[in-house]
């Protein structure tokens, strides 16, 4: 089954006191990018929240973060006071500097980012836990709406793949009829030249034989449609399969591509303009695939 890259998970844990939110959002990337955004005394959390990420999923451009709140009791603070020093030092060069009044209210000090630490937000077990539970069930909600957008692409899919089949066979139809066309087309422009004789029968036989064999497509078309069906298993596979897909409609396309160059038709050209939109659609929508 596939996967979509693009989902959102949340996962929420309240015990012992405290209460822990992570929230993961993710998008498209052709490889796994994982960023949390914890607090700042959480940061030596940060690599075994991200190896419980990578443990779960192998592609995306994940956006995790995380709300701590204590829900029983108060943290004792402590004020970083080398830090508030600093910004009234700082304060008053500045005052003098520039001919300021100095109105400096301890108020607005204690309103600035890092000036108080609580005493015992330090991480243990209980908290490594907590945080363990709550980032696993948002990965659980996340995986659900990636899998759930991963069918939806997959009946798209397949949808596109039925109509690239009958793509195919109107293409085989056009092509058997391509040897003929070729030879009344010769036949046709010999005759305006040349009348009804003054050249060989044989060597036009070798002609239109040549540029038939130039023409044909039947490989092409066998090989496209190989392409198809490992597509088309793909979907089904129990393995992430994005990067096989686009690989398989790289390959498609060319053999598209190719078959539009020996195009001698105005109805095969347009058949394979068709093809070749359908596959476009279908790259586009791979792009998104896990």
């Known amino acids: 089954m596939i996967c979509s890259m693009t989902g959102f998970g949340r996962g929420e844990v309240a015990r012992d006191g405290f209460k822990a939110t992570f929230e993961l959002s993710s998008v498209n990337s052709r490889f796994l990018e994982v960023s949390l955004r914890l607090p700042r005394w959480l940061l030596a959390m940060e690599s075994p929240l991200r190896a419980l ?11 995790g973060q995380l709300s701590w709140e204590r829900t029983e009791g108060v943290s004792p603070q ?25 109105e400096l209210h301890v108020g607005a000090l204690m309103n600035i980012p890092d000036m108080w630490t609580a005493q015992n937000d330090v991480p ?19 995986e659900r709406s990636r899998q759930d957008e991963g069918r939806a692409l997959a009946g798209d899919f397949r949808q596109r793949l039925s ?3 009958g793509l195919l066979q109107r293409i085989r139809a056009l092509a058997a009829e391509v040897p003929q066309a070729i030879r009344d087309k010769l036949a046709a422009r010999v005759s305006e030249l040349f009348g ?3 050249y060989d029968p044989q060597r036009l036989a070798q002609e239109v034989a040549y540029l038939a ?9 066998v090989r496209l449609e190989v392409h198809r069906l490992h597509f088309a298993a793909a979907l ?6 994005g990067r096989r897909l686009n690989f398989l409609t790289q390959e498609m396309n060319r053999e598209a591509n190719t078959i539009g160059s020996k195009s001698v038709s105005g109805e095969l050209s347009t058949a394979v303009v068709e093809l070749k939109e359908e596959l476009e659609r279908i790259r586009e929508q791979v792009q998104n695939i896990e």
């Open 236 to 241: 089904d596979g129990p393995e992430a399969a």
């Open 53 to 63: 990420v990578d443990a779960r999923l192998s592609r995306g451009k994940i956006y």
């Open 78 to 102: 402590t004020l970083n006071e080398p830090l508030a020093d600093w910004y009234i030092e700082t304060l008053k060069r500045l005052a003098a500097k520039h001919q300021l009044p100095n």
């Open 163 to 165: 109509h690239i089949d």
């Open 124 to 142: 243990d077990d209980r908290v490594e836990g907590i945080l363990r539970e709550a980032l696993t069930l948002a990965l659980d909600q996340l």
């Open 213 to 221: 064999e130039r023409a044909d497509i039947t490989e092409e078309c």
């Open 196 to 198: 009804n004789g003054g």
